[in-house]
């Protein structure tokens, strides 16, 4: 026993699921040498187990017990000794404390000193000295110990998140829409779960950084979340909430009077129907005193609202805003709104679903009740790798605003693939508009300063699931923890950011925290790369699940999401002198920027103007050439990334490495779908070589359809360039098992890596076998729809291509590969094609 014992790797963290995410409080290097400096002693100036100080008092001393291993007692008045002292300001000042010479703080701000041994926080408000105790621990989690006073204020009041949770499971959504973390920690079957605890966990990951609100029901909202039943419901989710200071609001579905009240109308001017919402609203409060509002979606994707009696949308947000007016509460008004049924492309060359935000506003500015906010979407189409900030802020002046962004990765590899958001969300905060030709960053507007308001602020969709990690995948919670930060203060450093959150999460070592930055902060432009570049959008499966690559599904539809790509020319023409008209929407300066191809940024050329594939961008290469090669950087950057995880072993707990480790994998392989894909897309399409032949050309690889087949038969793949060769093969029906060989004549004996691209669907679990000679090499399932969260899909196509790889295989010239593949329920075990790469080449 003692032996074993000794074998123990020292000091190698247990097995983590995540669930505490940056809030781990896990002992840090040298963690007795800090005693001295650290009070044992908090003082929590409120005893109230709802009150946020409460909350605050608990939290210090369960996060100094654990970063120190030091006790700590909490108590409710002051005592003896030094101590971390925490309150409001008004409470301090009751105790006889001098306030004399704090600094200023806004709602929610909080002072902080750690001078002279001692711990001082002070919040404006009770969620106030919460957030200053959460800022506290945080630094000594990082080992931070300096002495420091300062003050810390929000840059903008709304720092709120949505949910889009339905209320059951069902329909193409689950349980979340476009949610890849399992489901709802709120509703199950119809209601409000009995067991809340993981609403209450989730209420203080965000309280710490800084969140105020969470919407926690779908913005394609069901009228049933306001029946007596679940409104009750969702007072205990509120009574979840309070003690972190969270505050509750409720998505509406706007026809309720009559799905749910049987009134005969929803006519947002009718006196029934303002009584009706007003009781309701009542009733709401009641239940709810410290509801925070309402978030509407109107007229859009099919949604009823005011518009369905001719009547403004500025008449449809007041009709809430009225009822929340005496509580105190706001309306969140969202700014996605439009016709999807009445776009046409093939008729209209000046169609354009961009246009619709600011068309559908156009005179409503100072119609608004002052509690409306609108929430407007970072881009003008729908969360893409790269789009213009929506120019909808600059026609909005009078009323408030909130930009939408998205945690949860919808188009953006939905947690599947690494993309750290962060440095794509400063571009747009930093984004001069340059209203009336002055400075105009976004976040200006947002804060309220550009145009003087007093609301405004930020909305990030983060479809949490009961998924232990949260979102479905370790790394992706960079993403919240940052969102999070920026709302408080967007000139934050994204990689700042990052390298904090790593130290929490993970590690103080080094070489954590720099692997992590490195592939984090390269993880946008790959993606970008990869997916769709030159502003042509995230080029996914859009009719589908919005994964994997189809650059089809964007035309030939009315979702507006548009390439106009034929066989000579590509993009969309938004000029106004010969297009949409949509760079006409941005003030006079960005208006002529994006009017001429040649002042645009090449990273939105395609976004707003229709050019040759021959087109010279600024950086001299032609449009095709440099999607070609953009595709093979973007993918060749994520091939690095399993590689740099891998120096990680030993220094992380196995069970994330070994969790992200999988992902990491899965994403190399997959982004070589998108490449190839991709690729050959367009070069099927323009007919224009790759100047450096990579496209199509393909040494190492064996197409299965080209393979000796035995209860295998070849299957078109739709669309065809997802599959290598337009091919793959399926077993001849689903109970026959299939094999495919091919002898390796063209290799010369020696080690190589063996991959195999095949398709993972969600509807049944697949065998495969990989043998070269006598050798079985490995064996695999096609169970990736239990393992890593995406939306599942059932079709052979680039949202199910996947790749396995198995490294360093002994192989002799001439000896026979083979591939079993055993189907299992509706999956044929499809594969597409084997590659036998020497060691070090990809393809
Ligand atoms: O991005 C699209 C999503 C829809 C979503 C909609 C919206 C909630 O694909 O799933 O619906 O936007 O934001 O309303």
């Not at 003896?80 to 010479?101: K, Q, W």
Request: proline share 5%; hydrophobic share 40%.
């Amino acid at each position: 026993m003692l032996a074993i014992l000794l074998f123990l790797p020292l000091g190698l963290a247990a097995a983590e699921t995540g669930i505490d995410a940056w809030l781990r409080y896990a002992p840090i290097p040298d963690a007795e040498s800090y005693h001295g400096s650290i009070p044992s002693i908090v003082v929590a100036l409120n005893d109230s187990q709802i009150s946020p100080v409460y909350t605050a008092g608990q939290e210090l001393q369960q996060g100094i017990n654990g970063i120190f291993g030091k006790d700590c007692t909490v108590q409710y008045e002051g005592g003896d000794g030094p101590s971390v002292t925490v309150g409001t300001v008004a409470g301090y000042a009751e105790t006889g404390g001098s306030i004399d010479e704090l600094p200023e703080l806004v709602d929610d701000g909080f002072y902080m000193s750690t001078v002279g041994g001692e711990a001082l926080i002070l919040g404006q408000n009770e969620r106030g000295a919460l957030y200053g105790a959460f800022h506290y621990l945080e630094l000594l989690a990082q080992g931070n110990v300096t002495e420091l006073a300062f003050a810390s204020n929000p840059d903008a009041p709304i720092r709120w998140v949505n949910q889009w949770d339905n209320l059951r499971d069902g329909g193409t959504h689950g349980s979340i829409e476009r949610g890849y973390g399992g489901h709802s920690i709120f509703f199950w079957d119809g209601v409000v779960r009995d067991d809340l605890t993981r609403a209450s966990q989730y209420a203080r990951l965000l309280a710490s950084i800084g969140i105020n609100a969470v919407i926690v029901n779908n913005v394609n909202a069901n009228e049933t979340i306001l029946n007596e039943t679940n409104l009750d419901g969702v007072a205990r989710i509120a009574d979840a909430f309070r003690p972190y200071g969270v505050q509750l609001g409720l998505s509406l579905y706007f026809a309720s009077p009559e799905a749910l009240g049987g009134l005969d109308t929803f006519d947002p001017l009718n006196d029934t129907v303002v009584e009706w919402w007003n009781d309701k609203t009542n009733q709401i409060y009641e239940k709810i005193p410290d509801f925070a509002g309402y978030l509407v979606k109107a007229n859009s994707e099919g949604q009823p609202g005011p518009i369905t009696y001719n009547r403004t949308l500025a008449d449809g947000a007041n009709l809430f805003a009225r009822a929340l007016k005496p509580h105190g509460g706001i309306i969140m008004f969202r700014a996605f709104v439009y016709d999807h049924e009445s776009l046409n492309q093939t008729l209209n060359w000046k169609a354009d679903r961009a246009n619709a935000a600011v068309e559908f506003f156009d005179g409503l500015d100072d119609q608004f009740e002052d509690n409306v906010v609108v929430q407007i979407k970072y881009g003008p189409i729908d969360f893409q790798v790269r789009e213009p900030v929506s120019p909808l802020f600059t026609h909005l002046v009078k009323t408030p605003v909130t930009v939408e962004l998205q945690i949860t990765q919808e188009y953006l590899g939905q947690q599947c693939h690494l993309v750290y958001l962060p440095p794509m969300w400063k571009e747009l905060l930093d984004f001069d508009l340059r209203v009336d030709s002055q400075p105009s960053p976004l976040s200006s507007i947002l804060n309220g300063q550009r145009f003087n308001r007093k609301l405004g602020g930020y909305a990030g969709v983060v479809n949490v699931g009961l998924n232990e990690t949260w979102l479905g995948s370790h790394l992706s919670m960079s993403n919240l923890y940052a969102y999070g930060k920026m709302a408080w203060d967007p000139t934050s450093s994204p990689e700042a950011l990052l390298n904090t959150w790593t130290k929490l999460t993970f590690s103080h070592d080094q070489e954590v925290i720099d692997t992590i930055a490195d592939m984090s902060m390269a993880s946008w432009p790959a993606y970008e790369n990869y997916t769709g570049n030159l502003g042509i959008q995230t080029l996914t499966d859009i009719l589908n699940a919005h994964y994997g690559p189809n650059p089809a599904s964007q035309d030939g539809n009315p979702w507006g999401q548009w390439t106009r790509a034929d066989a000579t020319t590509i993009g969309m023409d938004r000029t106004v002198w010969n297009g949409t008209g949509f760079s006409g929407q941005y003030p006079s300066e960005i208006a002529a920027q994006y009017e001429s191809p040649t002042t645009t940024p090449d990273n939105l050329l395609l976004w707003f103007h229709h050019v040759p594939y021959t087109y010279r961008l600024r950086s001299g290469q032609t449009v095709i050439q440099h999607f070609y090669d953009a595709h093979y950087a973007g993918s060749a950057t994520a091939q690095t990334f399993p590689t740099q995880w891998s120096r990680l072993q030993g220094k992380i707990d196995a069970e994330r490495f070994e969790a992200q480790r999988f992902r990491l994998e899965y994403q190399a392989g997959h982004a070589l779908v998108w490449r190839d894909s991709i690729n050959n897309f367009y070069h099927n399409k323009s007919g224009i070589a790759d100047q450096q032949g990579r496209v199509g050309n393909h040494a190492y690889r064996v197409e299965a359809e080209d393979m000796a087949l035995d209860g295998y038969v070849p299957y078109a793949v739709s669309p065809v360039e997802a599959a290598s060769g337009g091919y793959c093969i399926v077993t001849s029906d689903n109970s026959t098992r299939g094999a495919a060989s091919v002898a390796l004549e063209r290799w010369e004996s020696g080690r190589y890596d063996v991959a195999v691209n095949y398709y993972d669907l969600a509807i049944g679990n697949s065998t495969w076998e990989l043998w070269i000679g006598e050798e079985m090499v490995g064996e695999w399932k096609g169970d990736l729809e239990y393992r890593i969260g995406k939306a599942p899909v059932f079709y052979i196509d680039g949202q199910t291509a996947t790749r396995i790889t198995f490294r360093g295989v002994e192989v002799t010239k001439g000896d026979v590969l083979k591939i079993v593949g055993v189907p299992d329920g509706q999956e044929p075990a499809p594969v597409d094609y084997i590659s036998v790469l020497p060691e070090g080449v990809v393809d």
